[in-house]
């Protein structure tokens, strides 16, 4: 079955990121090894990772040379798009490049008939336009235990009602709660 997963990191009170991107989510969790575990085993059933280039080059400059991390080796070996206008090559380290495109919804579209499954991390701009394009079939949130109070939304206000159905939720140690939705 095709499917896209949009997983994103979010404060209680919904910003991905503080007022000037800091990374606030990511400091008030002291054990990944809960995500880290959850994420490896829904990587065995993905067939690609979608992002956008500041998170393509984030996670190029820290996944290639990895070793130590547990998600490393899935990470690394699975198939990537970079979705950026301004990119002309996207290389990972040792292992094969990401291959690049302009539009994320064209890209998601273009695979809609096959049994594909894509997997959006971070990438707020590319998560957005998938939203808008009405191309993504589940929501995944990592909620963590920090309110930013302002900063980066999930998304975008005043836009369109978002209609979700709640699939599964888990509490994880250190606060954070994982929510999975339907759209």
Known sequence: MNCVIVQQWVSVDGFLAGPNG????FAAVQDFSASEA???ALLKSVDEVLLGRRTYESFAAFWPTATGEPMAQQVNTLSKTVCSTTLTEAPW???PPARIVADAVEHVRSRREQRYRTIVWGSASVMRALFAAGEVDQLELFVAPIAL????????????PLPLRLRETETWPAGVVRIRYTT
């Open 38 to 40: 959850h994420n490896m």
């Open 22 to 25: 800091e990374r606030d989510v």
């Open 149 to 160: 109070g302002d900063g980066t939304p999930l998304l975008e206000r005043g836009g369109p």
């Open 93 to 95: 380290g040792s292992h």
